[in-house]
């Protein structure tokens, strides 16, 4: 496969492609990062001046980057774990031979294909709405108190938003890894006399643990940038409390209109998504290896 | 004590049955392969007594008991899967160790058993290794490890040596031979490859359709097989069937004579006359495929080396004493 004359076709065919991806990201980057040492107001234009790193000063001391950071970690932290903790037994239930097991599974993975700004808006007005909502008719069916979701408990409405648009992707990534699990293996554990939660336990979950690393690494990727669900629903409030860093350097640079302020916090999200995958290679990536 | 006992056992999936009521006997410490085409019910009827399918009519007696409502585990039977199903995550002490372990066996005793099979299969510098660290035949033996730690009543063996290499599987197949004798534990071993049957077996048990076609000691199948599918089977290479005039000559309507039994004559005036159409000379046997005009295809045996070719006359005379008589409906005939 590497004869010289292979190794240049293959470069030289691919140098198009790639050179094209490293104009596509560098030009934004570089630009953010030529915005991020700018004094740079849409509502002053033509004000612009060299300030050097005091944007990233103003955004890294502004109380609401901690209370964002947090609450970033919350969400993603809090869906990572409900969305693998169900969709194992989901995916468990699915793998079983049902009728009309086709139908179900279609049914199931549904909601990935509905957009976050339909999905939350649907979760907004007809689910979660304290007054015409369908939790809040369930709940005066019994009797109690409607929760006002999005002024009560903003972030766990959020995360229960996000959580129902990612289930669908960690089961199906579990079922089709389960799917791949060696029949004969279970007939083995069941010959050796394991009940069905042992076999649960010896064979079936160390086989998951891999498809399990990879809902975690990919899931994290786009929650750490959860943006259109809050952007419906709460606006980031009340206050800061669902917040997260993605609305944050949003309300920076289309609510105040700091633009130099917003890159800065741009570059530190960068920053952070690295912190955290550097963390989640180190914890969960070893499974990946062979 | 281990024997197993099968009383019209059947099998069907659906519209379509598997196995068509067996009835068979296996004593203590005996081993026993069932062999048969491929579809012809044979890992099915393991799995029927293994428990991993159930029965859908009939009786399996272990000990004199009949098990068909028990559980695989509670039958103190083991099996050896065709891909050996490893738990790939767990080292091969964790592998052999397992089934003890799901008994509630106390640690250190797991222990000292694992190490005394690990022993028994040479495994012992390898016990802490996962199982994608060993090579096949390693991984083999891992699997009977699991199977002999339990001390069960019998070992069950579902084509264990067809993921091996040709010179592997000989080695093993002396191997598992040497192990079942020398812990005197009944042994059902399924597979398709008659060679396997007639080395390893006290008693085989052919399987064609769903049902038993005969069962019997290697040599009495060779020697007396009782229909004409058994005497196609066991043997290679294959017996030479006749119809026609030889035959009704004989009383029958198909005569069968083992190519080891032809006497081959140069330019012979008696015997069934043809012409070589291939020659094939291993050095140990020559085998002739002699076309012999309304006799059809003839292959013939030859200890030793011979120096025919293809195009060669030859006269292939069967010997008496060694030819098969069957009837129209393929059943052998005694005379």
Known sequence: MATRQTQFLARSLLTPAVGLLFIWMIVPLALTIYFSTLHYSLLDPGSESFVGLENFRYFLTDPAF???LQNTLVLVGSVLALTILLGIPLALLMDQPVIGRNFVRLMV???????????????KNLLMHPVSGLFAWLTSLFGLTPIDWFNDVPLLAVILIVTWQWLPFATLILLTALQSLDEEQKEAAEMDGASAVSTFIY???????????????????FLLTVFAEIFVTTGGGPGLQTTNIAFLIYSQA???????????????????????????????????EA | MGQITLQGVQKSFGPVHIIKGADLDIADGSFVVFVGPSGCGKTTLLRLIAGLEDVSGGKILIDGKNVVDTPPAKRGLSMVFQSYALYPHMSVRGNIGFGLKMA??????INRKVEAAAATLNLTPYLDRKPRELSGGQRQRVAIGRAIVREPKAFLFDEPLSNLDAALRVQMRI?????????????IYVTHDQVEAMTMADKIVVLNGGKIEQYGSPLELYERPANLFVAGFIGSPKMNFVTGEPALHKGAATIGVRPEHLKIERDGA??????????????????????AGALGMLTARYIGELSLHAGDRVSLVPDPARIHRFDENGNALRS
Not at chain 1, 109 to 123: E, N, Q
Not at chain 1, 257 to 286: C, E, K, M, Y
Not at chain 2, 104 to 109: F, I, P, Q, S
Not at chain 2, 270 to 291: P, R
Request: no cysteine; hydrophobic share 55%; net charge negative.
């Open chain 2, 175 to 187: 191997e598992v031979t040497r192990l079942q004798k020398q812990l005197g534990t009944t042994a």
């Open chain 1, 109 to 123: 993975i549904a909601p990935f294909f509905v957009m976050p700004t339909v999905s939350a808006l649907v979760w």
């Open chain 2, 104 to 109: 509630g066996l106390a640690k250190d005793e």
């Open chain 1, 203 to 221: 064979v079936t979950l160390p086989h998951l643990a891999r498809p399990i690393t990879v809902v975690i690494l990919i899931e994290t990727i």
């Open chain 1, 66 to 68: 901690l209370a964002s």
């Open chain 2, 270 to 291: 008696g015997g069934w006359q043809g012409t070589i159409a291939v020659a094939e000379h291993l050095g140990s046997d020559t085998f002739l495929y002699v076309d």
């Open chain 1, 254 to 288: 289309l609510i105040q209109f700091d633009v130099g302020s917003a890159s800065a916090g741009g570059l530190v999200a960068v920053v952070i998504a690295n912190v955290v995958a550097f963390f989640l290679v180190r914890i969960v990536g070893r499974n990946l």
